[in-house]
C-alpha cells in the first residue's frame, strides 16, 4: 500500500526557534499535499494545502509567514514553523492523496510531535 | 457547506460484541465518506472508504460501513469487538466531487474502548 512519512517523529525546541517537518510520499506521486494539526484530543484542523511546482494554500487564521510550506518535488513537502512558540506545540500530520488505478485515498504520515519549550 | 458529525465522544464495548460508532454528515453533492483510525501517537490509518456502488463497504480489520442517504449517515460497525480495537475513529467527508484532490473535513472524533 501507499506510504507516507514524517521526519521526525518528534522534536522539542526552545522558544524562537524553527522547525522543519518533511513529509515524503514514498511509492507514488503528490503533486499535492495536505498539511493538518491536531490538537489533545481534538479533531485534525487543515492548515494548508501544498502544491508540487506554486504556492501554498493557506486556511484561513494559519500565519503563511509563521508556518512556511515547500514542495520541492513530487514526493516531498516540508513545513517549517518558524519562530516557535510554546502555543504552537502540537501534533502535525501531512497527507498525500494517491491519484490513479482506481484508488482516490489520502494517505496520511505518522505524524510530528512538536515542543517548544 | 461540508461538515461532517460524531456525535459520541466515547463508545464502550465489551470484547466480542458488535460495536457501532456513529457518523452523520452534510455535503451539497455526492459524499465521499471515509473512516480512518488513530492509535495513541500515531498517524491515522484508512479503514474504508464509500464513493458510490454498495452501500455496505467493507474495510480493514474486519470493519465495515453503511452508507445511508436518507438519514445521511455512515456508521462505522464491526461484528465482534476485539481489546486491539480500542483506538481513536474519525470520519472524514471529502469537500467536493471530480478528481480526488480535495482536501478531508473530519468530524471530532470517536474514542472506541474494548474491554476484556
Known amino acids: 500500500g501507499a506510504v507516507v512519512s514524517q521526519h521526525p517523529s518528534r522534536v522539542i525546541c526552545k522558544s524562537g526557534t524553527s522547525v522543519k517537518i518533511e513529509c515524503r510520499s514514498l511509492?507514488?506521486?503528490?503533486?499535492?499535499m495536505f498539511w493538518y494539526r491536531q490538537f489533545p484530543k481534538q479533531s485534525l484542523m487543515l492548515m494548508a494545502t501544498?502544491?508540487?511546482?506554486?504556492?501554498?494554500?493557506?486556511e484561513q487564521g494559519v500565519e503563511k509567514d509563521k508556518f512556511l510550506i515547500n514542495h520541492a518535488s513530487l514526493t516531498l513537502s516540508t513545513l517549517t514553523v518558524t519562530s516557535a512558540h510554546p502555543e504552537d506545540s502540537s501534533f502535525y500530520i501531512c497527507?498525500?492523496?494517491?491519484?490513479?488505478?482506481?484508488?482516490?485515498?489520502?494517505?496520511f504520515g505518522p505524524g510530528t510531535r512538536l515542543t517548544v519549550l | 457547506a461540508q461538515s461532517v458529525a460524531q456525535p459520541e465522544d466515547q463508545v464502550n464495548v465489551a470484547e466480542g460484541n458488535p460495536l457501532t460508532v456513529k457518523c452523520t454528515y452534510s455535503?451539497?453533492?455526492?459524499?465521499?465518506l471515509f473512516w480512518y483510525v488513530q492509535y495513541p501517537n500515531r498517524g491515522l490509518q484508512f479503514l474504508l472508504k464509500?464513493?458510490?456502488?454498495?452501500?455496505l463497504v467493507k474495510g480493514s480489520y474486519g470493519f465495515e460501513a453503511e452508507f445511508n442517504k436518507s438519514q445521511t449517515s455512515f456508521h462505522l460497525k464491526k461484528p465482534s469487538a476485539l481489546v486491539s480495537d480500542s483506538a481513536l475513529y474519525f470520519c472524514?467527508?471529502?469537500?467536493?466531487?471530480?478528481?480526488?484532490?480535495?482536501?478531508?473535513?473530519f468530524g471530532k472524533g470517536t474514542k472506541l474502548s474494548v474491554k476484556p
Open positions: 501544498s502544491n508540487e511546482g506554486s504556492k501554498a494554500t493557506y
Open positions: 464509500y464513493i458510490t456502488g454498495d452501500n
Open positions: 455535503v451539497s453533492g455526492n459524499p465521499y
Open positions: 497527507s498525500a492523496p494517491r491519484t490513479g488505478q482506481g484508488t482516490d485515498t489520502q494517505y
Open positions: 511509492d507514488f506521486q503528490a503533486t499535492t
Open positions: 472524514a467527508v471529502r469537500e467536493g466531487y471530480g478528481g480526488s484532490q480535495g482536501n478531508l473535513i
